[in-house]
């Protein structure tokens, strides 16, 4: 069974920075591109960031330049570190795979970037 469980979000200051995590189980982690989406409230979820099995990354232009998306093979685990963040950036964050036809996503991590 295919599990992705986030972590890592919580109350920031614009300019702030977090690092979400996303840990991987019931795949061969490796195989897989990964990515990272968000939905603020109201709106349609949006992607944010990639990265290929092969460590390829691309990113979103709201996000170019202050987000950065990772993975560690060895941990089954893909991050997303996030600088410079703005009011805008305020979302809940998703960890998300795609195997075969079937897309999976991990349940969310809250962010909110407010003084």
């Known amino acids: 069974q295919v599990q992705l469980v986030e972590s890592g979000g919580g109350l920031v200051q614009p300019g702030g920075s977090l690092r979400l995590s996303c840990a991987a189980s019931?795949?061969?982690?490796?195989?897989?591109?990964m990515g990272w989406y968000r939905q603020a409230p109201g709106k349609q979820r949006e992607l944010v960031a990639t990265?290929?099995?092969?460590?390829?990354?691309s990113y979103a232009d709201s996000v170019k330049g202050r987000f950065t998306i990772s993975r560690d093979n060895a941990k089954n685990t893909v991050f997303l570190q996030m600088n410079s963040l703005k009011p805008e950036d305020t979302a809940d964050y998703y960890c998300?795979?795609?195997?075969?036809?079937?897309?999976?996503w991990g349940q969310g991590t809250q962010v909110t970037v407010s003084s």
């Open positions: 998300h795979a795609r195997i075969g036809l079937q897309n999976y």
């Open positions: 019931g795949i061969i982690f490796r195989y897989y591109n």
């Open positions: 990265i290929t099995s092969g460590g390829s990354t």
